[in-house]
């Protein structure tokens, strides 16, 4: 069986553990968990680790959790986890063995950051979330990526074309799209063989791919390629939606 290595809180220092013991652990102690899932394939797997899980801030954010790295290919990764299809996959988890969130791709530590807080809120343990920051985790995080080389590497992947949503999470019409219109489930099913992609409008991720666009929301449809599909300005109900779903799967 492959080992299992168990971060704690000093830069690079490991031990080795297994995932099933890490659990019972955590439940005996009464503390979550953070399960950091990687793959020798991953081409984000180590920048992740090292730019962002070393982080000082990072990892003063992460104390109270028992943090545990683990191979997608592991067996009792695949027993004891949820079906994981890119890494790296960050989960948290109660000790009651609960997901809490599902953090997909790389994310740089600012980003990393607001998933660890939201995290907390979500297992009652202390947290310092701002009330500004609360819409960037109303969609599930299993739906989403929120950098776009991660996006286009997994659509590379499974052969999938790209949506990017471009909010404004100060926007009440930004909300309504995301919780109302992307949220149906006949809208999920017709974007099935799409990656989500979600951008906060002007953010250094937006502009540096392209994505700034006056009107928030807005949603673009992409090949993985970059090759444009269709861009939707502004708010839609999910009937109007879908129009737009199907124009852009008509040009693929």
Not at 110 to 119: A, G, Y
Not at 205 to 214: D, L, T, Y
Not at 223 to 245: H, S
Request: glycine fraction near 4%; charge should be positive.
């Amino acid at each position: 069986m492959k080992k299992i290595m168990i971060l704690i809180y000093l830069p690079i220092l490991l031990f080795s553990g297994e995932l099933k013991q890490t659990l019972l652990k955590a439940k005996k102690e009464q503390r979550s968990v953070m399960v950091y899932v990687k793959s020798d394939a991953c081409n984000y797997c180590e920048k992740m680790k090292q730019r962002t899980l070393s982080d000082a801030e990072v990892q003063k954010n992460l104390e109270g959790f028992i943090i545990v790295e683990v191979d997608k290919e592991d067996a009792e990764a695949q027993r004891y986890l949820p079906v994981t299809r890119y890494t790296p996959t960050i989960y948290f988890i109660s000790p009651k063995f609960k997901v809490v969130n599902t953090v997909k791709g790389y994310l740089g530590k600012e980003d990393f950051n607001l998933w660890i807080n939201d995290s907390k809120t979500k297992l009652g343990m202390s947290s310092e979330i701002k009330a500004e920051q609360e819409t960037f985790f109303t969609a599930k995080g299993e739906d989403w990526f929120h950098d776009m080389a991660s996006a286009e590497d997994y659509a590379r992947q499974t052969g999938k074309q790209i949506m990017v949503y471009v909010e404004n999470i100060h926007s009440s019409w930004s909300k309504k799209m995301r919780q109302d219109t992307l949220s149906d489930e006949k809208v999920k099913s017709e974007l099935e063989n799409f990656v989500w992609v979600k951008l906060q409008k002007n953010s250094a991720e937006a502009i540096a791919n392209g994505f700034n666009p006056k009107l928030a929301p807005t949603v673009y449809f992409r090949k993985v390629d970059g090759t444009e599909l269709a861009t939707a300005k502004g708010y839609f109900g999910v009937n109007d939606f879908l129009l737009w779903v199907n124009f852009a799967k008509g040009k693929i």
